[in-house]
């Protein structure tokens, strides 16, 4: 008896453990036993999902209107309960419905396109109870969805992975705008789900994959009309030329509600490409066909421009400030969005093909507009160090030249890849590089500079011959660079010209006078063993014994030696040194004699007396002192008359 009620409340069996497509269930209808399969209209429910509707709940003048608030909440409830039926139905039945009644996908599909995303929610009606039934609705339909990419729920409820891919492709369950919508609505928030649900369905059906290739053709016509609306383009992406009557309205009058559409538009395609590449990064490859990169470059570089400029006019116009503060604001997501798409696509290649990279690059080119947006946003100079690391083989000269010709767009001094400065040391390894060079330089230091140093003559040839090729180089500049390389000018040159002096040269004063060489600087000497300077006062003499094995032990006296005279007396009676001298005089006797005359004839061949005038200049030149007779009264007078002027006050 309990086997038959069990039967009968629980229809579904399945002891072979059969995939539902080959599965077919007993029932028993007017006392007859019918096998009925699995998948079947039979399990279909007499329901009609409704679709889902944007509140709009104030009118034009900004008053509510009377009843649009509850007409809301009944229809959402009306949604959210058959979203929850539809989940908790058994996996056959909730099948055999999503098969069987189109209602229910049309439902869900159309809150994907209507339910405000990550840019218009916050517009959406900040009523708590509005969100919070908003966000039960949300929720379930992403449940849904995952379900729908679930093919074995359990042993014995489960569909084969073949049958399971041509259900999602051939009934329309998911199509390849179904996905990108997926990731408009959940795959900011919820990025882990919407990864797995669009993982799936690629890896289930390849199909999906030519699909996309055709939905990207169809973006690049989309945003072709986009561009032709703002500018008259003479020819194609591919450079052939276009009709007149093909060519776009760049002089036709665009009003302010057309410009407002045509931003949204944008930005909606934009961002959904932007966060399709994030979650799905395979199906980057794809899109590199009909050279979708350069379509946004055109779009970033000569549309987006053009909006503005629009915008700029029609807000002059128009009394529509707070409109066109908004649609500004979305001008710059777009850029924002354009500019991570690029990024995602050329990023990608870096890992697996460095020439294509290139390429990429070198077509931005002559962009200039975004080429300086990109390189704020995501430097190159990153990049290229990624390439490098990767591909040490590749043209160095080809990398250095594209880094050059952007960074000429930024206005910005040469870079040069081939520089080994520690500033393009990874973090991990500067450390140890410093530490090495530190004592590396502490050992070898001393000794390049005794075997390198130069004089002064052979100094200033060298600073010459490298004045004469750079003649912005100070001649300080230059014999800072020489002391640096060891005096060798060819590596100065060499460094001057591809710019990768270090950076202790680089922050010199270019105005840096030519300093002569301190000689003082090379005279202590390095034992290069211990590294410990040897200063000491018998050095090289016959009292040294770093450098001399054996001294002499004579002239060494221990203690105090006793003095030559007793006292003051003896010292200042010894006369020896008279006769020493007068040895000396004697060499020059001739000398003495010559000039042994008392008589001084140094004015005999000058006029001198009374009737020579004297001369002006020596007297002039001579000051007059007054005698010390005549100043003692004087200064007395001088001292009394202080005493005079001066009153001391006592208390």
Not at 89 to 109: A, E, R, V
Not at 454 to 471: A, N, Q
Request: charged letters at 25%; proline letters at 4%; glycine letters at 2%.
């Amino acid at each position: 008896m309990n086997d038959i009620l069990f039967r009968k409340f629980n229809i579904f069996q399945n002891p072979e453990n059969k995939p539902l497509e080959d599965l077919k269930l007993e029932i028993q209808i007017n006392g007859i036993i019918k096998r009925i399969p699995a998948l079947d209209k039979y399990w279909v429910e007499k329901k009609y999902f409704l679709n889902y509707e944007t509140p709009n709940l104030i009118d034009s003048n900004g008053k509510d209107i009377i009843g649009a608030k509850e007409q809301w909440f009944e229809l959402t409830s009306f949604i959210l309960n058959d979203l929850i039926w539809l989940r908790y139905l058994p996996f056959y039945k909730f099948w055999s419905n999503i098969i069987f009644n189109p209602c229910i996908m049309n439902s869900i599909i159309t809150f994907l396109q209507e339910a405000p995303n990550f840019y218009t929610l916050e517009y959406f009606y900040n009523t708590y109870h509005l969100r919070e039934h908003f966000n039960m609705i949300r929720k379930n339909i992403l449940i849904v969805f995952t379900r729908l990419v679930t093919n074995k729920e359990s042993p014995t409820e489960y569909i084969n992975l073949q049958e399971h891919a041509q259900l999602l492709y051939n009934k329309y369950i998911f199509t390849v705008p179904i996905l990108m919508e997926l990731c408009q609505q959940y795959g900011r928030d919820n990025r882990r789900i919407v990864e797995k649900i669009v993982n799936s369905v690629f890896v289930l059906q390849p199909f999906y994959k030519a699909d996309l290739e055709k939905a990207i053709i169809f973006i690049i016509q989309a945003l072709t009309k986009i561009e032709k609306r703002f500018e008259d383009c003479p020819t194609n992406q591919k450079g052939k030329p276009i009709l007149l009557s093909e060519r776009g309205g760049a002089n036709v009058e665009i009003t302010f509600p057309n410009l407002e559409y045509l931003i949204l538009y944008l930005l909606d395609t934009v961002s959904t490409i932007s966060i399709f590449l994030d979650i799905y990064d395979a199906c980057v490859d794809s899109f590199k066909v009909e050279d979708f990169p350069a379509k946004i470059i055109s779009i970033y570089s000569n549309t987006i421009p053009e909006i503005y400029k629009r915008l700029n006019d029609l807000a002059s116009v128009d009394e529509t400030v707070q409109k066109y503060v908004e649609l500004k604001h979305r001008l710059d997501v777009i850029r924002i969005e354009i500019l991570h798409i690029y990024r995602t696509i050329i990023y990608k290649q870096i890992k697996n093909i460095g020439e294509d990279f290139l390429l990429n690059l070198m077509y931005i080119l002559s962009e200039r507009k975004f080429i300086i947006d990109y390189h704020n946003v995501y430097p190159v100079t990153d990049d290229f160090q990624t390439l490098l690391n990767l591909y040490p083989d590749l043209d160095i000269i080809k990398c250095e030249f594209i880094v050059n010709s952007i960074f000429s767009c930024l206005d910005e001094p040469v870079f040069s890849l081939r520089c080994t400065s520690i500033e393009r040391i990874p973090d991990m390894i500067k450390s140890n590089y410093v530490q090495s060079n530190d004592i590396l330089e502490t050992k070898n230091k001393t000794s390049i500079d005794k075997t390198n140093a130069k004089s002064e003559v052979e100094l200033l040839s060298l600073i010459s011959d490298i004045k004469d090729i750079f003649c912005n180089l100070s001649e300080g500049m230059i014999q800072k660079c020489l002391t640096y390389y060891n005096y060798n000018k060819e590596s100065v040159i060499n460094a001057v010209l591809e710019d990768c002096l270090p950076v202790e040269l680089k922050s010199l004063d270019p105005t840096l006078p030519y300093l002569p060489s301190d000689s003082e600087k090379l005279a202590p000497t390095i034992d290069l063993s211990n590294e410990i300077e040897k200063l000491n006062v018998s050095e090289n003499n016959q009292f040294d014994i770093m450098t001399k094995d054996v001294t002499d032990s004579i002239s060494i006296h221990k203690g105090k030696r006793k003095d030559k005279y007793e006292n003051l007396n003896e010292l200042l009676n010894e006369k020896s040194h008279i006769a020493e001298s007068k040895n000396i005089y004697n060499k020059y006797s001739i000398v003495t004699s010559e000039y042994d005359d008392e008589y001084d004839d140094t004015y005999n061949d000058q006029n001198v007396g009374s009737n020579i005038q004297d001369d002006i200049v020596e007297v002039d030149a001579r000051p007059f002192i007054t005698p010390r007779v005549f100043s003692t009264f004087k200064k007395r007078n001088y001292s009394e008359g202080v005493e005079e002027n001066f009153e001391f006050k006592t208390d």
